[in-house]
């Protein structure tokens, strides 16, 4: 069972329901330098209560918003942004947001901590433009991961 929530996932209490219930973390919206410490936690406390040997799946979720330049993508979702996270530029931190260069390599950043998968919340405005980001996506990210 995935375990996430408070705090993004990273609270202790996250973490302990992980240790005492799940077989993986997924949190969201985490930094890299959050889900690096997250993950190091997680193995810290799992070899204190004698589950050090197992592996736990590590999920993150985030918000995914292409566009053909980095400022294009942010400004085109800022309004969605700043609904979740206390800034435009907070929510371009925590998320997926730029060219789809820029995504790849935050992406290939995010699977360097030890991250198992993504759970991405592509932000679209019409069913049309998340087809279209879709296959943005698959076309232009996804071939640098396989």
């Given at each position: ?19 005492e219930?799940?077989?993986g ?45 980095d ?35 935050k ?12 759970e ?27």
């Amino acid at each position: 069972m995935l375990v996430g929530g408070g705090e993004r996932g990273l609270s202790p209490r996250a973490l302990r329901r992980v240790l005492e219930l799940g077989n993986g973390w997924i949190p969201a919206y985490l930094t890299e330098a959050e889900l690096e410490m997250g993950i190091k936690q997680l193995h810290e406390g799992a070899n204190a209560v004698g589950r050090g040997n197992e592996k736990f799946i590590v999920g993150l979720e985030m918000f995914v918003g292409i566009g053909s330049s980095d400022n294009e993508a942010t400004s085109a979702n800022s309004a969605n942004l700043t609904k979740s996270f206390s800034s435009v530029e907070e929510g371009a931190r925590r998320s997926l947001i730029g060219s789809t260069r820029t995504i790849a390599d935050k992406v290939e950043r995010y699977e360097k901590t030890g991250l198992d998968y993504f759970e991405f919340k592509f932000i679209y405005p019409t069913i049309r433009d998340f087809h279209r980001m879709m296959e943005v996506f698959a076309a232009d990210v996804m071939p640098s991961f396989r």
